[in-house]
C-alpha cells in the first residue's frame, strides 16, 4: 500500500528565513506532485516531478526528487507572508496510468513578519 | 476555459437525505476524479473514471456513487448521506498520463 508522509505537519517561520519540507513515500512511484491550498480555496498546481533528480524551481519555492530514496523536498529560500499556506506532496500509484494520487498530510506554513 | 467547475458549493443534508453533486471540466480530460478531504488527512480519492461510461473504485468508495454518462461530466451521488460524510469534495481532471492534474473549488458538504 502506498503511503505518503510529510513532515512537519506545521511550520511556523520567519520572513527571510529558509526552510525545507519532506515528503516520504513508502512504494515505487511515477510521479510526485505539490500543491498549494489557501484556507478555504481549491489545490493550485505548483510542481510535477517526473524522474530521478528532478529539481524544479518556481520564485522562492523549489522542489527536488529523489526517487532512490523516495524523497522530495519543497524548499523555500527567503520566505515571505504571501507563502503562507498548507502545502501538499501527492504521489501517483506506480504502474497506474490513471494519474491516481496518494496524497500527504499536508504541512501548514505560516510566515510571520 | 473555466477548467474544472463544481455544483454546488455548499449544501447542508439532514441524515438520510440524498443528493448529486455534479463536476464538469471544458479541457476535453479523459480523466475524472472525485477526491474528499477531512481535516488533518489530506485528499483521499473515493471513485475515478478513466472516460465516458466508465467508473472505478479508489481508496473511500463506500456509501457513494458515481457515473460518467458524458465525457466532460462526472456525478457523485450519496444516496443516504451520513455525517460522516461531512467533508469537502473536490473534483479534478487529467489528460492520461499528462502529468498534470487540475482540480475544481470545491463543494462543501455539512450532514446533520
Known amino acids: 500500500e502506498l503511503k505518503v508522509e510529510q513532515n512537519p505537519l506545521f511550520l511556523s517561520m520567519q520572513e527571510g528565513k529558509n526552510y525545507t519540507i519532506y515528503c516520504n513515500y513508502s512504494t515505487t512511484s511515477d510521479r510526485l506532485y505539490w500543491y498549494r491550498q489557501d484556507p478555504g480555496k481549491s489545490l493550485e498546481s505548483l510542481f510535477v516531478l517526473l524522474s530521478n533528480g528532478a529539481v524544479k524551481q518556481e520564485g522562492r519555492l523549489m522542489a527536488s526528487l529523489d526517487t532512490k530514496a523516495r524523497l522530495s523536498t519543497l524548499h523555500i529560500t527567503a520566505a515571505v507572508h504571501d507563502l503562507s499556506a498548507t502545502y501538499f506532496c501527492?504521489?501517483?500509484?506506480?504502474?497506474?496510468?490513471?494519474?491516481?494520487?496518494?496524497f500527504g498530510t499536508g504541512t501548514l506554513l505560516a510566515v510571520q513578519p | 476555459n473555466a477548467g474544472v467547475t463544481q455544483t454546488p458549493k455548499f449544501r447542508v443534508l439532514k441524515t438520510g437525505q440524498s443528493m448529486t453533486l455534479l463536476c464538469a471540466q471544458d479541457m476535453n480530460h479523459e480523466y475524472m476524479y472525485w477526491y474528499r478531504q477531512d481535516p488533518g488527512m489530506g485528499l483521499r480519492l473515493i471513485h475515478y473514471?478513466?472516460?465516458?461510461?466508465?467508473?472505478a473504485k479508489g481508496e473511500v468508495p463506500d456509501g457513494y456513487n458515481v457515473s460518467r454518462l458524458k465525457k466532460q461530466n462526472f456525478l457523485l451521488g450519496l444516496e443516504s448521506a451520513a455525517p460522516s460524510q461531512t467533508s469537502v469534495y473536490f473534483c479534478?481532471?487529467?489528460?492520461?498520463?499528462?502529468?498534470?492534474?487540475?482540480f475544481g473549488p470545491g463543494t462543501r458538504l455539512t450532514v446533520l
Open positions: 473514471s478513466v472516460g465516458e461510461g466508465t467508473t
Open positions: 501527492a504521489v501517483e500509484r506506480y504502474g497506474g496510468a490513471t494519474n491516481k494520487l496518494i
Open positions: 479534478a481532471s487529467s489528460y492520461p498520463i499528462a502529468g498534470e492534474v487540475f
